[in-house]
């Protein structure tokens, strides 16, 4: 079955591939958008829509409804790194001041339906077996309808928002510019019986924590650690998981008061990635081109922008007189430098190496400088990238003159300090040692000239 030639054709209907197909729709593009899943359906996930793609769906007319449909929002956060309690609410902006978890049935749902009523045709059941080339530029798909009809459609350009393994990407050869293979597990599940004021995360001993509200009044709590304890984690999953928030103030106490509401989720398939976005007829969006660990829960946000992105480039190429490749090499770049700060600090925490004496004495300094403690769940929600927060003038100026001393020479003591080992043996899931999910070098002793704007490495660090 042949169903004509569009502009652009989507493969994949979850969060980058709706999102996208809705803005083009919205744009007068002739879309088609496929998926081998059928709506709603669920999938693996952070949950987390962190501040700024909230404010994206907020544009787009969709929050309403999320909201409509019992998703409770998080305005306050509670970080417990360990020694200190840090309690904040998340930034301000465009006219939204918090975080959602909604279950990906219902988030991937209000994007389909709302791609289909801007226009774009969306096909469910679709597996794409390959795509069609002429010379060496792609121009259409083919596939199978489930049941064995085949599928084949043109267009002037496909998307790939098919997920970290894209067959898009793997079919066009699309480069990795970077990557860091996986270095953590993520495992999670859904409790009821456990109310929420707004979200905790805690930093423990070779593990993250992470627990917020979502839909049908459930708790959604995220356990991940270092991947070399997975295969003794999953022996005992419920037990290891349940001894972690043990550790995590009364976390563990509230949860064991509940009730599981569904089964325990984890896996170990969580590497972080960039690869080049665009080439001859193709583009890569969400997960396809970009893809974090989840222990920073941006992948939904990101998809979010990078929707946004894509879509702002296609138009340009389409209708401008650049050209469309042109107009793709822009939303590379634009992609690139807008992920390239949580990029970097995603990959640090999900290292999980040693709490450094540096970062326990800023938690210490904060405490009780709100202003502070905002500014760093603004890094967390990624509104205010760390390279900015962690600079000498703003840490002067929120923590004055003694505290940033005595962080300043603590970060030097560890730069000449020869490295500590974390001490873990290999499979073990106990904690050994001082291994911690920190949040990266806060001073750097070359920057600490305070009267001088530092420069910004933001770009230049490699995972």
Not at 320 to 337: F, H, N, Q, S
Not at 339 to 347: C, G, H, Q
Not at 353 to 375: C, N, V, W, Y
Request: with cysteine; hydrophobic share 40%.
């Amino acid at each position: 079955m042949s169903t004509g030639a569009y502009d652009v054709i989507v493969v994949g209907c979850r969060v980058a591939g709706a999102a996208t197909a809705l803005l083009l729709a919205r744009q007068g593009v002739r879309v088609l958008a496929v998926d081998r899943a059928r709506f709603p359906s669920d999938t693996l996930s952070s949950h987390q829509l962190q501040v700024p793609g909230v404010a994206r769906l907020r544009r787009w007319g969709l929050l309403d409804q999320l909201v409509a449909a019992g998703t409770p929002p998080a305005r306050d956060v509670r970080f417990d790194p360990g020694h200190v309690v840090l309690t904040g609410r998340y930034p301000h902006l465009d006219g939204v001041d918090a975080l959602y978890s909604p279950r990906r049935t219902l988030l991937d749902r209000i994007l389909v339906d709302a791609a289909r009523a801007a226009g774009a045709e969306v096909r469910e059941n679709v597996d794409v077996d390959e795509l069609v080339w002429e010379r060496d530029r792609v121009v259409g798909i083919r596939g199978r309808q489930r049941g064995g009809v085949p599928v084949r459609a043109s267009a002037r350009l496909v998307v790939g928002a098919d997920g970290k393994h894209s067959r898009v990407a793997a079919a066009v050869g699309a480069p990795v510019d970077r990557s860091c293979p996986a270095s953590t597990f993520a495992c999670y599940t859904y409790w009821s019986g456990v109310p929420m004021a707004g979200g905790e995360l805690y930093q423990r001993p070779g593990r993250t924590v992470a627990a917020f509200p979502t839909n049908d009044n459930l708790t959604v709590v995220y356990v991940a650690g270092p991947v070399a304890d997975f295969a003794a984690f999953r022996s005992d999953v419920e037990g290891h998981y349940l001894r972690t928030l043990d550790t995590c103030g009364d976390l563990g106490a509230r949860v064991r008061a509940g009730v599981r509401a569904e089964r325990f989720r984890s896996t170990p398939d969580v590497p972080s990635m960039i690869r080049t976005p665009y080439g001859p007829g193709w583009a890569l969006v969400g997960d396809a081109g970009l893809v974090m660990d989840p222990i920073t829960g941006q992948g939904i946000g990101n998809a979010f922008r990078d929707a946004e992105f894509l879509v702002e480039a296609i138009v340009d190429g389409l209708d401008g007189g650049g050209g469309l490749d042109a107009a793709l090499a822009g939303y590379r770049a634009r992609r690139d430098t807008a992920a390239r700060p949580m990029y970097n600090l995603t990959v640090e925490l999900a290292a999980f190496r040693p709490t450094g004496t540096a970062e326990r004495l800023l938690f210490s300094a904060l405490q009780g400088r709100q202003a502070g403690i905002d500014q760093f769940l603004a890094v967390l929600a990624g509104t205010l990238p760390m390279d900015r927060f962690r600079s000498p003038r703003n840490l002067l100026r929120l923590l004055g003159g003694r505290d940033l001393a005595r962080i300043a020479a603590a970060e030097l003591r560890g730069r000449l300090s020869p490295p500590r080992s974390a001490g873990r043996r290999r499979g073990s899931v106990e904690p050994a040692g001082e291994v911690g999910a920190g949040v990266g070098q806060f001073v750097g002793a070359d920057d600490l000239n305070v009267g001088v704007e530092p420069v910004d490495r933001g770009g230049e660090a490699e995972p």
